[in-house]
């Protein structure tokens, strides 16, 4: 038996793997750990092993290290945009410390305070209608133009000084341009403003409005917080003449134009273009900007554009 178990180093191996009784005695440590080792390459062995390269954990390592610094040159450029941000917000500030905002407040606390001071000028401030009732025939283009224009002046009121109370009049909720309004402006249903499908001339007494047109023979003088001014919901391709203002004759209605040629003058343009048609928020803004300065130059000068053909008289000297 000594003889046959020396000779057979393999024979012996495989005994001792498949019958229990051949195991080394449980004293025998060497013999035991030898056998589980055995065992253990056979069960783990990878043909795919041989194929791998002798530094594949040096590999793998040099991989996550490579992506961990991409990954961080990607948050370190993100962090140094924001501080960039940051700066220029601040530095935007310090130009125009008067331009309302407070940089310790939330959105919600200057949100909730800009609400507060619409709501106010219902109660206490000036009056603007635009006029809505006139928009049937506008074609989808000239639709949401008007849709814009409404958007820039809702804009415009929210960071005035001395904020109108706007009412939209002549707006059904069932018709094309409130469907537009809806679509193009976000939070346009959240508008702190009165939207109603009554005529302007039914909703208030005819002797407190003005109708503002540039076809009036009357220049705007000054701004009345008991009087309500009116301003014609079309757009450049819309109108026809004199559409404005014969609806104010029709209702008996004072109206008005702003004092563009009591200030400005005609320039020399490569069009050769001069209007005095402006769009609804551009109307909005001078009256706004005067309302603040209680100067038509600096207010006209704010809304009417270059591209008018329109310049203030003393510019020209």
Avoid at 140 to 150: F, V, Y
Avoid at 261 to 287: T, Y
Wanted: aromatic share 8%; charged share 30%.
């Amino acid at each position: 038996m000594d003889c046959e178990w020396e000779g057979s180093p393999q024979r012996a191996d495989s005994r001792a793997l498949q019958d229990p009784e051949g195991l080394p005695e449980a004293g025998d440590e060497n013999g035991l750990s030898e056998s589980f080792q055995l065992l253990q390459m056979d069960v783990e062995y990878d043909p795919q092993e041989k194929s791998r390269p002798a530094n594949s954990a040096v590999w793998s390592s040099k991989n996550v290290q490579r992506k961990q610094r991409h990954w961080e040159r990607i948050v370190s450029s993100k962090k140094s945009k924001r501080k960039q941000e940051r700066e220029r917000r601040k530095a935007k500030r310090a130009e125009d410390p008067g331009n309302g905002t407070c940089p310790q407040h939330s959105k919600r606390f200057l949100k909730a305070l800009t609400k507060e001071k619409l709501l106010e000028a219902k109660h206490s401030g000036p009056r603007l209608c635009v006029d809505l009732s006139m928009t049937q025939h506008m074609s989808k283009k000239e639709l949401s133009r008007l849709a814009g224009q409404i958007r820039r002046l809702y804009g415009s009121n929210k960071k005035a000084s001395r904020p109108f109370w706007i009412y939209l009049t002549g707006f059904s909720t069932d018709s094309p341009l409130y469907e537009e309004c809806l679509r193009m402006n976000d939070g346009f249903s959240a508008y702190v403003l009165d939207v109603t499908e009554e005529d302007c001339f039914s909703l208030f007494p005819l002797e407190t409005l003005v109708y503002l047109t540039p076809d009036s023979e009357h220049p705007l003088e000054d701004i009345d917080l008991s009087t309500v001014y009116i301003i014609g919901g079309l757009v450049d391709e819309s109108i026809q003449k004199k559409v404005t203002f014969q609806k104010a004759r029709e209702y008996s209605v004072k109206t008005a134009r702003l004092p563009i040629q009591e200030h400005m003058i005609r320039c020399q343009n490569e069009k050769n273009f001069h209007s005095k048609i402006l769009a609804i928020n551009q109307v909005f803004d001078i009256l706004s900007a005067y309302l603040e300065t209680r100067d038509w130059p600096e207010a006209l000068k704010k809304g009417v554009s270059p591209g008018k053909g329109y310049i203030l008289r003393n510019s020209v000297e």
